[in-house]
């Protein structure tokens, strides 16, 4: 038995189609955002890695200038430097359960 379409049953189902629309199209967006976010860091994380790395590096290499407490201090913030961006490249950028994946939200109901 074939159920009969009511124009308020019509009415519902463009609703909810809307809905469902406007909310795909949310999660595009902020998923287009976080994209922008992820951009900006990693180009931010590669100039500060290589500012670092600039300042350690000339006072390494000129350590009879600088005290022995500073050329420490510049090796040691080298190095967790270095540790620091590869982990939060790997947890920010290639780890692939970070990457949404835009699906549709529309539910198709059985009858």
Request: charged residues 25%.
């Amino acid at each position: 038995m074939i159920k009969e379409l009511t124009p308020i049953d019509i009415e519902r189902a463009a609703e909810r189609i809307r809905q469902e629309k406007e909310t795909f199209d949310q999660r595009k967006r902020q998923d287009s955002n976080w994209f922008i976010l992820k951009l900006v860091m990693g180009f931010f994380s590669v100039i500060m890695l290589a500012a670092i790395l600039i300042v350690a590096a000339y006072i390494l290499l000129n350590n009879n200038k600088f005290p022995t407490t500073v050329v420490a201090s510049a090796g040691v913030a080298l190095f967790v430097d270095i540790i620091g961006l590869i982990i939060s490249v790997w947890k920010i950028v290639l780890n692939p359960n970070s990457i949404t994946k835009l699906e549709p939200v529309t539910k198709q109901e059985k009858n």
